[in-house]
């Protein structure tokens, strides 16, 4: 392999990266090392981005990777290991960051003349899985078995990216069983992810059968001893009661320093403000909805309206937190939103158990839930920034404390509580994006990483002291 005057940085220092190895492989296999050309590596992770994406920035010498081999005309691989110097657990100790390490695709090259003998060239990268994806189709009947099982298979006859050393290739890390156990399609010339979603869009947990929202995703999370990225099929509710991997106290970051004090990896901040919109809500049906179904296969139209009130199932799932007279107002007939509607076919037993409940008729009370559902896991989002820390991935969950002041008679303030209930407790990591940029006031690799985070239902004033 090729170099070009690469180098590591091994210092256990908080904010800075460690760039193990930053490679880029031609057509014929021939590898150049990039590390001194890099300006900026991002990659991200997403429950419902499916696929690890991530973008390189470098600074290049005209030449100087056409002497390598490399040309850089879509037909190149990215490899890297990475990791933070310092990551933060929750019994309060710093350890190392976790290493992440992949091999990916170079999708697209942006080339930007800066300099009469230098370009800036942005390169955007994903997972092979995703681009085997795009040329694979799948035209085959399952035979009966869960869905579950079903997208287990579709990862590893049609996704699964072999690699003839082993080294590379990425398993199922997390699995949720879906309820269902004879069910049975035809898929029809679908791409695998496709099909994927599709199961997922009408499937329920076997351990929660009141969850019927599941994502599939890929991510560094579970076991390291490899640090190859795995993929995972999870239940909302069954993620959301997960305990607490870290608590962050919510206090301002200082990563503009050039030195950062280890305490401020109990920090947290936020980066976009807490945004609640209760009317966008009612709007979209998370608490009530005209269902209007067209059922082609038994010639019939079936209306009903979906309540609040009146259904159990989303009461429990996911938790609203709504007081009793505002409950009635989003619950009348007058509030509820533009009708939903639905056409189905000839899937009459698309939800086929040995329940009394069958076919349409399961699969219309399904589709209240999931609505509801869908909506309810997006009342909440926040952005948040912490020091960089490469062993924080979605799927996640952590703990925002932030203290509860009340003024005193003096004048100053008291720490009532050390929560909040708008911003505090338990949130969902679904999005992670790591970044590492080349800093010339510190010589090394600065490194920030940046949390999307999802509470389950409305901020709650369970816990306040009266």
Same mark, same amino acid.
């Given at each position: ?225 490899? #640090?190859? $990225? ?6 909302? %509710? *069954?993620?959301?009661? +997960?305990?607490? @991997? ?121 589709? #209240?839930? $999931? ?6 896991? %997006? *009342?909440?989002?926040? +952005?948040?920034? @912490? ?80």
């Amino acid at each position: 392999m090729s170099g070009l005057n690469s180098t590591n940085h091994l210092d256990v220092i908080p904010g800075l990266g460690v760039v193990e190895s930053l490679t880029i492989e031609n057509a014929v296999q021939t590898q150049t090392d990039v590390l001194a050309l890099m300006q900026e590596l991002t990659i991200t992770q997403n429950l419902y981005d499916t696929f690890i994406t991530g973008t390189l920035v470098l600074s290049v010498v005209d030449g100087v990777l056409e002497s390598n081999q490399i040309l850089l005309n879509g037909q190149e691989t990215l490899g890297l290991t990475v990791r933070s110097s310092t990551s933060y657990s929750d019994d309060g100790g710093v350890e190392k960051g976790k290493a992440i390490r992949g091999n990916f695709v170079i999708h697209s090259i942006n080339k930007d003349r800066v300099d009469p003998n230098a370009t800036v060239i942005t390169i955007k990268f994903v997972s092979k899985e995703a681009i085997k994806n795009r040329y694979t189709k799948i035209s085959k009947w399952f035979e009966p078995q869960r869905k579950s099982e079903m997208v287990k298979k579709i990862y590893d006859n049609y996704l699964k990216d072999e690699d003839p050393q082993g080294v590379n290739t990425k398993e199922f890390n997390f699995l949720d069983d879906t309820e269902d156990s004879e069910f049975t399609c035809v898929v029809p010339n679908w791409s695998p992810i496709q099909t994927i979603r599709w199961l997922m869009d009408s499937s329920t947990s076997s351990e929660d059968p009141s969850c019927k929202h599941f994502v599939f995703y890929e991510s560094w999370n579970g076991d390291f001893d490899d #640090q190859v $990225s795995k993929f995972n099929l999870r239940a909302w %509710s *069954l993620l959301n009661k +997960q305990q607490p @991997i870290a608590s962050y106290l919510h206090q301002p970051l200082k990563l503009e320093t050039t030195a950062i004090d280890l305490f401020q990896h109990r920090n947290i901040e936020f980066t976009k403000p807490l945004e609640l919109d209760l009317e966008k809500s009612i709007s979209k049906g998370t608490f009530g909805s005209k269902l209007i179904m067209h059922d082609l296969f038994r010639k019939k139209i079936i209306r009903q309206n979906f309540s609040y009130n009146e259904d159990i199932e989303p009461q429990n799932w996911p938790k609203k937190f709504l007081n009793e007279e505002k409950r009635n107002i989003i619950s009348s007939a007058d509030m509820n939103p533009s009708t939903e509607v639905k056409v189905l076919h000839t899937n009459r037993y698309s939800f086929r158990t040995n329940e009394t409940v069958e076919g349409n008729e399961k699969y219309k009370k399904w589709l #209240q839930s $999931s609505l509801s559902q869908n909506e309810t896991t %997006s *009342l909440s989002t926040v +952005q948040l920034t @912490i020091v960089g820390d490469t062993s924080r991935h979605p799927g996640e969950v952590i703990n925002i404390n932030k203290p509860l002041l009340q003024i005193k008679e003096d004048g100053k303030f008291e720490n009532i509580q050390d929560k909040n209930v708008e911003i505090g407790g338990k949130w969902l990591v679904v999005g992670v994006t790591h970044t590492f940029r080349n800093s010339a006031a510190t010589k090394n690799y600065v490194t920030e990483t940046y949390l999307q985070c999802k509470k389950d239902g409305m901020p709650s004033l369970e816990g306040i002291i009266e």
